[in-house]
């Protein structure tokens, strides 16, 4: 993805996001307002993850990092749970994703790809989808740390134990 | 295996304290009391206790859940939903700034990092002359802060700091930047580190240990998971409060009503909740004013990293802070900050940190060596930081806008200059200002100094969070300024007070605990006295 292909991305961007929200949900079955984390966004958690937190898990470590990142968005108000679910909506769905993200399927992106995306989000004019990014940022590194066996790489002992059982 | 640290609220409950769990209840129900305070936290807590002994009956009505030290483990997962308000990601309209504060019984004074400060003396010195508080001069103040001081065994602290914080006296100290020691409301502190996740050891003075089991062991009423939706008014009173009942994880309403009727009531929601109620329930707001000047002290971040180990997960979070920036310029000149340091646990701490991929995991294998420095600044105090505004959603569910004026942004930039150049003089060999353009640490002071002049200062590009939500119910000597008059009474409604941090009229310049602590004393023994007198 080029750096001009952003860039028109991002008169679009904030609109379509906006809109688009509103067709995934046309598109699907009306989903109850808790967020619900499905096999499409289970697969882009897979390619984020790693992209993210810098780290490589092994298949175990990364669908239970997966899981953990749900747990974290079933925390949030309602109101945060769907817009979450319509950003995982529109980064699943092939159009929205390749206008948006510039990213083929998920399972296909390069890991130059998926940089390139979270780079470009983090940092865009679209106001959108700098929040969006930062969404994206403290959902998986907070699900990612939130799990004791990934604190002793971080040199985090963890709390008192007799006070922590 | 359970905490071998005994639960005095497991155990005053076995001893027969009034509580009730909304979210267990099946019929709508109604509640009859002298009082009804909306809201257990540093306002609510002692406005309870104190109406309590003075014989009235009072009903506490919360939000959230009623968790102690049996629930209290130290772990951030846990911690963030239970304890806090959006899983502690409450964030303004834009979402550019993110707010830290309490959903619990005890509200944010369960899960503060304990920090205590009496009013600064500017701070009221401008209340009195610019919002007509005549009565709230420093010695006017002195005796309810000293009798929430000892009520609360606020002192000094005599433990040495922990690494990070004494990184910023040794720093600070090395450019002849003069730093105090912070007191703290602590009895018997273990010197953990976990304030900010529920303390496990009871010995943070929380209301949830104090205030609240006075009121309780005084007959008081605690209504847990009820949210406060709307008062009934007529005639210049309030007649009752219309309460929803919520769901055990407090995430939705289960349909449940509760109605409140009483002779008095006190709305002490913290300043976001509070004037949102009062939006919602249409109080008399003739000038315009509810929910604005909502105060944040807005903070921005600098990570330090070190050679030597610096563990901000060890000890008291914060026991070393710096007003010498408060005092550099007048109070309504450019924007002033207090230096703070703050705890940094796994999730927290990772998720503050800028970046991700390499760079990140990068950062965080030297977790354990970084001190993160805070800079909070004042707003309140000057025409460009008139702060924010509390405004409904369409559900009636509030939200803050605040606006990040050119003259924070200035202020921005020398707090990232001034932290910077503290810890380069602490021995730091790498700082990173909170900011998504900072690609790599600076190394030096040269390269730091040269490259924060020019980094652009904008919201989602610099980190800004916030822990102090004040303002937006002002209490002034003048109506055409404020909505609460200085005896905390709502202006046209004769029965209804505001005690809690959206009273003020700026933001402190501090900590803000202490101040609500001394400010709601002081209102709920005045309004306890009226109160008999009709009895």
């Known amino acids: ?165 | 295996m359970s905490s071998p640290i005994p639960d005095p609220i497991q155990a005053g409950i076995a001893a027969g304290w009034q509580v009730i769990d909304a979210s267990t209840l099946q019929q709508d129900r109604g509640f009859d009391a002298d009082v009804v305070v909306v809201g257990t936290g540093a306002g609510g807590g002692v406005t309870a206790e104190i109406l309590a002994r003075a014989g009235l009956k009072v009903l506490m009505v919360e939000e959230g859940a009623l968790k102690s030290s049996k629930d209290f483990k130290m772990r951030e997962a846990d911690a963030y939903p239970a304890l806090y308000q959006d899983s502690a990601a409450r964030k303004t309209a834009d979402k550019a700034i993110n707010i830290l504060q309490g959903r619990t019984v005890g509200g944010t004074t369960v899960v503060n990092w304990t920090s205590s400060f009496r009013t600064p003396a500017d701070t009221l010195g401008w209340w009195q002359s610019k919002y007509g508080l005549h009565d709230y001069s420093v010695d006017g103040m002195a005796p309810w802060f000293r009798k929430m001081e000892e009520r609360l065994h606020i002192n000094d602290w005599p433990t040495p700091p922990n690494a990070g914080n004494d990184l910023l006296r040794m720093g600070a100290d090395k450019l002849g930047i003069k730093t105090a020691l912070i007191r703290r409301n602590v009895n018997g502190c273990w010197n953990l580190g976990y304030c900010g996740m529920g303390c496990p050891t009871n010995a943070k003075q929380s209301m949830l240990v104090t205030t609240i089991p006075g009121a309780l062991e005084k007959g008081a009423v605690l209504l847990t998971r009820a949210r406060a939706e709307r008062f009934a008014l007529v005639g210049g009173q309030a007649t009752s409060l219309e309460c929803l009942a919520l769901t055990a994880d407090g995430m939705a309403p289960t349909g449940r009503r509760l109605t409140l009727k009483a002779r008095h009531f006190v709305v002490a929601g913290g300043a976001i909740n509070s004037p949102a109620l009062l939006l919602r329930s249409g109080a008399p707001d003739p000038h315009q004013l509810l929910g604005q000047r909502t105060f944040l002290h807005p903070v921005v971040i600098s990570m330090g990293l070190y050679p030597q180990a610096v563990e901000a997960f060890n000890g008291a979070p914060q026991t070393v802070y710096s007003d010498h920036f408060l005092h550099t310029q007048a109070l309504d000149g450019p924007m002033g900050y207090k230096l703070e340091v703050a705890p940094l646990h796994p999730v927290l701490g990772a998720t503050t940190l800028a970046g991700f991929g390499s760079a990140h995991a990068g950062l965080m294998k030297h977790f354990a060596h970084v001190q993160g420095m805070l800079a909070l600044l004042r707003d309140g105090f000057h025409p460009e930081a008139s702060g924010g505004r509390v405004t409904l959603r369409g559900d009636g569910s509030p939200q803050l806008d605040y606006p990040l004026t050119p003259y924070f942004w200035e202020g921005a930039r020398r707090a990232l200059l001034t932290m910077a150049e503290i810890q380069f003089a602490a021995g730091s060999h790498a700082v990173s200002p909170v900011h998504e353009l900072v690609a790599q640490p600076y190394k030096n002071w040269d390269e730091a100094r040269q490259a924060i002049a020019v980094l652009p200062m904008q919201k989602l590009l610099t980190r800004v969070v916030s822990a102090h939500v004040m303002g937006g119910c002002a209490m002034t000597g003048d109506a055409a300024t404020g909505v609460v008059a200085p005896d905390g009474l709502y202006r046209g409604i004769g029965n209804l007070s505001v005690h809690d941090g959206s009273l003020f009229p700026t933001s402190i310049g501090a900590n803000p605990q202490l101040s609500i602590y001394g400010v709601t004393a002081r209102l709920a023994s005045g309004l306890a006295e009226r109160l008999a007198r009709k009895a």
């Open chain 1, 1 to 165: 993805m080029q750096r001009r292909s952003f860039l028109k991305a991002g008169l679009l961007g904030g609109l379509a996001l906006a809109a688009g929200g509103a067709v995934y949900r046309q598109l699907r079955p009306a989903a109850a307002e808790r967020f619900a984390l499905d096999a499409e966004g289970r697969t882009m958690l897979a390619v984020l993850i790693p992209a993210v937190t810098g780290e490589t898990p092994d298949a175990a470590a990364l669908q239970a990092a997966i899981d953990r990142v749900g747990t974290a968005i079933n925390g949030l108000p309602l109101r945060v749970q769907k817009e979450i679910s319509d950003l995982f909506g529109l980064l699943s769905m092939a159009p929205t994703r390749r206008l948006l993200a510039g990213v083929p399927a998920w399972p296909e992106a390069t890991p130059e790809q998926v940089a390139a995306f979270l780079q470009s989000w983090r940092t865009h004019r679209t106001e959108m989808l700098q929040t969006a990014y930062h969404g994206l940022h403290d959902l998986v590194i907070g699900g990612w740390y939130a799990e004791p066996s990934t604190w002793a790489a971080i040199g985090y002992p963890g709390p008192m134990k007799e006070l922590s059982a």
